[in-house]
């Protein structure tokens, strides 16, 4: 999709040449510097009881008298954010979907002018909604016409909102990435077949990419690992990406994402129902290749590097049993009490791999509890961190990206919870607060560097009718990179 931008000097919107326009309005009317024709059909519609002046709504209009557009959308956006600029151009792209539209063009009136934000706003709501998959269904319906969106605005702005569109593409390519490999069925989306997006990238890219293989792991000790993926017959992959934009000497930033290509529980297996939803248990994985795939666009100057711990989470007569002791590469043993918490025996490994490369920080990304969606719901992914500046930055990265973070608790007094008298330490704790000791199961890894924790297992994916990745959280992650430039 080409996204461009286009100056149009005030009165123009009647003679642009575009399949379809969508004129965002801001404010709680109809906006004064609203060119006449659009105004006048505005107006009318209004008092028709067509067109609701609330934020959210709008409203398709064939042929409007005095514009040379075929097709118009009128769409509200409560205030001026990029925010409510987002929800409105979904709305108007929604209202166009499926009709003949190659070329849209994209107006706002009634606010003073549009920022970088928006312009990145744009386009991730445009991919968003143009978004089709494919993989393992080429009859899925025939995914939008559109080819070409113009984000008109007056010639000042030009160059901000340029800068804005072609962040907000290599943000929604990164996206659509993570959304592609974890759409993916489990028996497609193996860890093998993420090492194969992460080699793919690399060529693309320039990425250095080292895929260890279980052998590997066993000689660097990851012995909690290795016990996730003992009970499969898949093999397991520990797959580290490199990208340096920075100087040799400085400290790459680190993403670790959970790469759990399908969650059975293993022994401690899981309930049946919606049980195809655990193909998505490597969301953190997707997302560190999706923000690598950004990156590899935007080409900011430093160093970052990705690890992506892969494996199934199977029952089988070689799988794990709850009470096995096992050693991790730290040297720290864990009595793995419940099999079904194999997110942070994976995660705690790839922790302490991290360490050789004395990262500048760490984050690492994971669907890693079912309470944490029970704590934050699906709007909020969950932000862990005793580093209150790292907090501060992940927090603003995931506000200016429009995919926030919820900051959650990490007191040591949590840390009792995981005390037993088999191992240095239990991978589960009581029910209660179940995200927290998650968590601070993985802080007992990361004593080395400055580390925040992601549980996205509320914001990774939809259930339901609309079923599917959300690629999150790509765009804080790339936010976040960006700020530490
Ligand atoms: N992948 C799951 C977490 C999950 C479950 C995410 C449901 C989204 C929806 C993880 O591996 C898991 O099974 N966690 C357990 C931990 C428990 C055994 C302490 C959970 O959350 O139930
Ligand atoms: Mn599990
Ligand atoms: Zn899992």
């Not at 009581?430 to 996205?456: C, E, N, Q």
């Amino acid at each position: 999709m080409d996204f461009r931008t286009q100056t149009l000097a005030a009165g123009g919107l009647p003679a642009v040449a575009a399949d379809a326009l969508l004129v965002v309005m801001v404010g709680d009317g109809i906006p004064a510097s609203l060119d006449a024709p659009l105004a006048a059909a505005a107006k009318e519609a209004v008092a028709q009881g067509d067109l609701v002046l609330k934020a959210g709504r709008s409203l398709y209009l064939h042929r409007v008298a005095g514009l040379k557009a075929a097709r118009t959308v009128l769409a509200v956006a409560g205030d001026g954010s990029a925010k409510a600029f987002k929800a409105a151009v979904a709305a108007g792209v929604t209202a166009v979907k499926g009709l003949g539209v190659r070329h849209l063009a994209v107006a706002c009136a009634g606010s003073e002018a549009l920022g970088e934000a928006h312009a990145e706003a744009l386009v991730a709501a445009v991919s968003d909604a143009v978004y089709v998959y494919r993989a393992t269904k080429p009859s899925a319906s025939e995914a939008p016409k559109l080819e070409r969106v113009s984000l008109l605005c007056a010639k000042p702005e030009a160059t901000v909102l340029q800068r804005g569109l072609a962040r907000g593409e290599a943000i929604a390519n990164g996206v659509t990435l993570a959304r592609e490999c974890a759409n993916r069925p489990g028996n497609v989306c193996t860890p093998t077949y993420l090492a194969e997006q992460a080699k793919a990238l690399g060529k693309e890219f320039g990425f250095k990419i080292e895929v260890l293989e279980r052998k590997d792991v066993e000689k660097l000790g990851m012995g909690s690992f290795v016990a996730v993926a003992k009970g499969s017959e898949e093999p397991l992959k520990f797959i580290v990406l490199r990208y340096n934009g920075g100087a040799k000497t400085q400290a790459p930033v680190v993403l670790v994402g959970k790469g759990i290509t399908f969650d059975t529980g293993g022994i401690s297996i899981k309930p049946s129902p919606e049980m195809d939803e655990m193909k998505y248990d490597m969301g953190g994985a997707a997302s560190v290749l999706g923000t690598f795939r950004a990156v590899g666009e935007l080409k900011p100057k430093l160093n970052l590097v990705g690890l992506i711990p892969a494996c199934e989470n199977m029952p089988s007569g070689t799988a794990t049993k709850p009470g096995d002791v096992v050693k991790s590469m730290s040297g720290q043993t864990i009595e793995i009490l419940n099999t079904d918490a194999e997110g942070r025996l994976v995660l705690c490994d790839a922790l302490t791999y991290a360490e050789r490369f004395k990262p500048a920080a760490v984050v690492d990304i994971a669907t890693l509890t079912g309470a944490c969606v029970i704590a934050l719901g699906h709007h909020h992914s969950g932000l862990f961190t005793a580093d209150d500046e790292l907090a501060g930055e992940l927090q603003a990265a995931g506000r200016q990206a429009l995919d926030t973070c919820w900051r959650m608790p990490l007191d040591e007094e949590y840390d009792e919870a995981l005390k037993t008298h088999y191992a240095d330490i239990a991978n589960v704790g009581p029910r209660a607060g179940g995200s927290i000791t998650a968590a601070m199961f993985l802080k007992r890894f990361t004593a080395k560097y400055r580390w925040a924790h992601l549980d996205v297992a509320g914001t990774a994916w939809k259930s339901g009718a609309a079923k599917g990745s959300t690629g999150r959280p790509v765009p804080l992650l790339t936010h976040f990179v960006l700020s530490q430039a």
